[in-house]
């Protein structure tokens, strides 16, 4: 079993940066995949940007050069680095283990 704890949403200025971060507790170095999700109002969920234990990262394309995702084992704490924000990014964010296990979101707001 895997819980997941995101912290750090809030309201920013466009242009603007955050930094989220996915506490888990459990079984963390059993974990192959960590990732992010959004999901804004009225949408459905998206892929934002996954860190494999091998190391490789993948980001959506709508977020790739503005979002850096990171990993710290000795933490057990996966970090979405958000920078050059845009109010189309205001969503809230989901942090997921393996495809299987969800934390329950924070929110991210971003004014125009």
């Known amino acids: 079993q895997v819980q997941l704890v995101e912290s750090g949403g809030g309201l920013v200025q466009a242009g603007g940066s955050l930094r989220l971060s996915c506490a888990a507790s459990?079984?963390?170095?059993?974990?192959?995949?960590m990732g992010w999700y959004r999901q804004a109002p009225g949408n459905e969920r998206e892929f934002v940007a996954a860190?494999?234990?091998?190391?490789?990262?993948n980001y959506a394309d709508s977020v790739n050069g503005r979002f850096t995702i990171s990993r710290d084992n000795a933490k057990n704490t996966v970090y979405l680095q958000m920078n050059s924000l845009k109010p189309d990014d205001t969503a809230v964010y989901y942090c997921n283990a393996d495809y299987r296990y969800w934390g329950q979101g924070t929110l991210v707001t971003v004014s125009s």
């Open positions: 860190f494999t234990r091998g190391g490789s990262t």
């Open positions: 459990g079984s963390f170095f059993s974990i192959n995949v």
